[in-house]
């Protein structure tokens, strides 16, 4: 839990991350005002042994019975890439429940839905820390140094079984609540970076913005997957602007 404000958060973290995953942007949220549930998965972070079925169906079960457990009725969502869908499967499952979503280069409601190669390629991260570093590297542009690239392969080692890391990747990729969530009325907003060359704005136009009616998109200048680590100040801006419903024009 971070913060102890009335504005009250779940945050899904992506396949790379767990709830120490969200990088120097936790330092920048106002604590006065909001209320940060950092969820972990089963095998990821704090519930590293805990183990499960490793599906986005059970992320949105167990995130819904934490809510239960914090006592919070309502909510908004957060979720970051793979998270983004994990999100979207709780407005799906309790939609009377969610004020906001909010997702950052959010897997959208259809899964990633990988060619074969695309998957093969995936699938050999779960064993192979070098296929994690390169699956980084290219999700945010080929710009970024050795240092950081290393220290999100560390910490996705670190914080994640390789059982759950493995397990969850079909879950993410192939499951499709497109139908479930499409004419949704909830304010949803769609940030990616603009390095970012798999969840960008165009993906995010035939998808988000095609399904929730109330969508909106936002491009975060320099910035690829991992806008929580490269540019943490404007993300929190952007997210806490859209969180209270006031003006989403980019942080100037």
């Keep these: 839990m971070i913060g102890h ?11 790379f991350g767990s709830s120490k ?12 005002q909001f209320t940060y549930a950092l969820v972990d998965y089963r095998g990821y972070g ?3 042994e805990v183990s499960g079925d490793y599906t986005i169906s059970e992320i949105s ?9 914090l006592g919070w009725d309502r909510f908004n969502l957060l979720g970051h890439s793979m998270g983004g869908l994990a999100a979207q499967h709780v407005l799906k499952d309790a939609p009377q429940r969610v004020l906001r979503l909010a997702a950052l280069s959010g897997v959208p409601a259809t899964g990633a839905q990988f060619d074969d190669e695309t998957y093969a390629l995936f699938d050999k991260a779960a064993n192979d820390d070098e296929v994690r570093a390169q699956l980084t590297h290219y999700s945010t542009g080929f710009r970024l ?3 950081f690239l290393k220290r999100i392969v560390d910490e996705s080692r670190t914080y994640s079984t390789v059982d ?4 969850h990747l079909p879950s993410w990729v192939r499951t499709d609540i497109s ?20 969840m960008n704005a165009e993906v995010m136009k035939v998808t988000w913005l095609k399904f929730y009616p109330n969508a909106e998109l936002e491009v975060i ?9 490269e540019t943490p100040v404007w993300l929190a801006t952007t997210l806490e602007k859209f969180f209270l419903g006031e003006s989403t024009d980019s942080p100037s």
Aim: hydrophobic fraction near 35%.
């Design 5 to 15: 404000g009335p504005n009250r958060v779940l945050a899904f973290h992506g396949w």
């Design 21 to 32: 995953g969200w990088g120097p942007f936790l330092d920048f949220i106002d604590r006065d």
């Design 46 to 48: 704090e519930r590293k």
């Design 61 to 69: 079960r167990d995130a819904l019975q934490a809510a239960d457990e």
């Design 145 to 147: 140094n050795n240092t």
């Design 164 to 167: 759950a890391f493995g397990g």
């Design 179 to 198: 139908k479930d969530v499409t004419g949704l009325e909830h304010p949803v907003k769609a940030i990616v970076g603009e390095h970012d060359p798999s």
């Design 221 to 229: 200048p320099n910035a690829g997957h991992y806008a929580m680590y």
